[in-house]
């Protein structure tokens, strides 16, 4: 945050924290971790490190065109289509009812921000996390433990 002052930026920072819709630029501006849940069809599972623990945790990428893509060598991916849509539904007095991520025709994934200020998403297949990235230039910064 070039050009404001250390208080003026912690202070962004603080307001961005507490933010709860997350939005394209969000989900766009990070790298995902990606593992299926234990409700997941064992196939699926097999197929996942976190599950078999042969390598790191897989990833994901949400593009800017609304697609989604993954790493080359990715077991799981398998080179399929995969598009995203942001779906916040509010009430008459401004208040959010609904507000999820669809990705294809999976069911909703709803958004949780974490006490690091990290995004989950989520249904019961999968989980998605947001991956802390201090090395890019206004990054989120290294994940510190609360205590």
Known sequence: MNGLSKLA??????MDGERKRVTKEDLCD?????????????YWRMLDPYWNGTGPPLR???????????EPDDKVWGGHESCYSI??????????????????RWPPMYVTRKEDWSW???NNLCIYRSIPDADK??????LFLLY
């Open 30 to 42: 990070h790298a995902w971790e990606f593992h299926f849940t234990e409700d997941a069809p064992e």
């Open 9 to 14: 930026a912690y202070s962004l920072s603080v």
């Open 120 to 122: 989950e998403i989520s």
């Open 87 to 104: 779906v916040t539904s509010l009430l008459a007095d401004g208040k959010i009812r609904q507000h999820y991520v669809r990705i294809n």
């Open 137 to 142: 230039e206004e990054g989120t910064g290294p």
């Open 60 to 70: 994901r990428y949400f593009l800017p065109d609304g697609s989604q893509t993954a």
